[in-house]
């Protein structure tokens, strides 16, 4: 029985029912915010408010109104959202953009909203001072807060109109620009405090995710709602990380699969940052299991549990796993669960949309409620990808008899004579120490090309290299690469089609 109904999510009317109900909740932060100085690095849902609003006044003085879009296009941290919630304040559209997209794509961007307003600060500006556009929409930070305004009164759009947008990762040319609206958010709401209410206890939080993803927002709308004490994180290097943790030891955590594989280091070298810690969660992708295990042998609260939620942006959360040391033994890391109750389901097809048997690979399709409205401008591009009630995620696997999805690949990486490059890589990871990253992609001859990245301090240990791999599909000689020099999205994820190119 899901606990909570459907309520239309207008993100600023939820931050201020949040602040009526827990005014006292805390917000920490691991650096000040540029938009917002006065918040210094804790404050609280009441106080945070009140400067959302003085925000959201100094952009209506600068002329944003109801039904304008603005894209928001600066550092990642919380005052990313913060301004999105002052914009929704004044019926504007915010358009989440990532700081690392380049100039071309911000004024395909900036033509297909039709001259949008863009808040931008120092770290965005190299790529915005050379665009010649309408000066008076442009908006820095700088500016914002220089700017005097006198209070206006709040402004709503219709529940089913585009309210709220974010992008795709892009990997294949400009990213898609995904619509959302107050009824399709609000039903990822209902899905995630459903999540949420199982949770004991009502101590701080703490994530690291990128906040212009769509999860993002879901997130912090839930966990608000709900009064959790929050602690984002925006600077994800393992001595800030490791600080906030001593500081806060948050009874949960959130952050992208990669980020995990990273911070493995610190749940084996300092398993006391972790032992309060009782939820991890693993936003929208699949994790390996011995990452899992490293968390969850590293808290010392009672039955600690790692979720893992599977799920697209046009789609929100959808199939989830709840994983604990006793079952990590036996669990098969491509199996990523089952929907929740009657909210998400998942199915899988062939590519006319026709449903196959249990056991049988294909296209992974979706069915939720909360599923966005369209690609801005590009809806063909949007429908191309819709079956009636269900979406195609341009995932690919299969389902077992007790309804548990399994994930392969995605469609555009499937590899000749490979069943699935995750699934090698989460083999390769699980049993090679000295590994921080393996991305299997189509090298020359259509054979699967191996890019490894070495956790700091590590050699590459090529015996055991070619051990692991003896009775696997053959591969070329492996390349290793830095961390950061292997192409990722927002969200951390690595671009394969263009590390792909590297080798072909």
Not at 253 to 280: D, G
Not at 285 to 313: C, H, K, R, W
Not at 388 to 395: H, L, V
Not at 434 to 458: C, M, N
Request: proline content about 6%; charged content about 20%.
């Amino acid at each position: 029985m899901i606990p909570f109904t459907h309520e239309p999510l207008n993100l600023f009317t939820n931050y201020s029912q949040a602040a009526q109900h827990f005014p006292e909740s805390a917000i920490v932060l691991d650096e000040p915010l540029r938009a917002f100085p006065e918040l210094h690095t804790t404050t609280t849902y009441q106080a945070s408010l009140e400067s959302i609003e003085q925000r959201a006044y100094q952009l209506a003085a600068l002329g944003v109104k109801k039904g304008d879009a603005i894209l928001i296009y600066k550092s990642p941290r919380f005052d990313t959202y913060l301004l999105a919630v002052a914009a929704s304040y004044l019926g504007a559209v915010p358009a989440m953009i990532s700081y690392h997209l380049p100039q071309s794509t911000i004024e395909v961007f900036l033509e297909r909203l039709e001259n949008p307003f863009i808040l931008y600060d120092e770290e965005t500006a190299i790529r915005i001072d050379p665009i010649q556009y309408d000066t008076a929409k442009k908006i820095s930070v700088e500016r914002l807060l220089a700017t005097s305004s006198k209070p206006v009164p709040q402004e709503q759009l219709a529940v089913d109109e585009i309210s709220y947008m974010t992008h795709t990762s892009g990997t294949t040319g400009i990213p898609k620009l995904i619509c959302h609206s107050a009824n399709s958010m609000g039903w990822r709401t209902v899905w995630q405090k459903t999540v949420m209410q199982k949770m004991e206890g009502r101590r701080i939080v703490a994530f690291h995710i990128s906040p212009v993803h769509s999860r993002f927002n879901i997130g912090i709308s839930s966990l608000m709602a709900l009064g959790f004490p929050m602690l984002p994180i925006a600077n994800p290097k393992l001595e800030n990380v490791a600080r906030m943790l001593n500081a806060y030891h948050p009874m949960a955590l959130e952050t992208h699969p990669n980020h995990f594989v990273q911070w493995t280091r610190l749940a084996k070298e300092q398993p006391e940052l972790f032992t309060k810690t009782r939820y991890y969660h693993s936003t929208f992708d699949a994790i390996n299991n011995q990452t899992m295990v490293a968390f969850l042998e590293a808290s010392q609260t009672q039955n600690p549990i790692f979720l893992q939620v599977y799920g697209q942006s046009e789609c929100g959360p959808m199939i989830l796993k709840a994983h604990q040391l006793d079952t990590l033994s036996s669990s098969n890391a491509r199996d990523m669960g089952v929907g929740l109750e009657q909210l998400t389901q998942a199915r899988i097809c062939d590519e006319k949309g026709n449903e196959l048997p249990r056991n049988t690979d294909g296209h992974i399709q979706f069915l939720s409620k909360g599923r966005a409205l369209t690609y801005y401008k590009e809806d063909e591009r949007f429908q191309k990808t819709v079956f009636d009630k269900w979406w195609d995620s341009g995932d690919y696997g299969c389902m077992d008899e007790d309804g548990h999805l399994y994930l392969k690949d995605r469609q555009v990486d499937l590899i000749e004579d490979v069943n699935s490059t995750l699934a090698i890589e989460d083999y390769l990871l699980d049993h090679l120490p000295f590994l921080a990253e393996v991305v299997l992609v189509r090298g020359k001859e259509g054979k699967a090309q191996p890019v490894l990245a070495l956790i700091e301090g590590e050699k590459m240990n090529e015996e055991q290299w070619f051990a692991a791999v003896s009775d696997l599909p053959q591969l070329h000689h492996p390349v290793v690469m830095t961390w950061d020099e292997i192409p990722r999205t927002a969200t951390m994820k690595v671009q394969r089609l263009q590390l792909e190119k590297e080798f072909n």
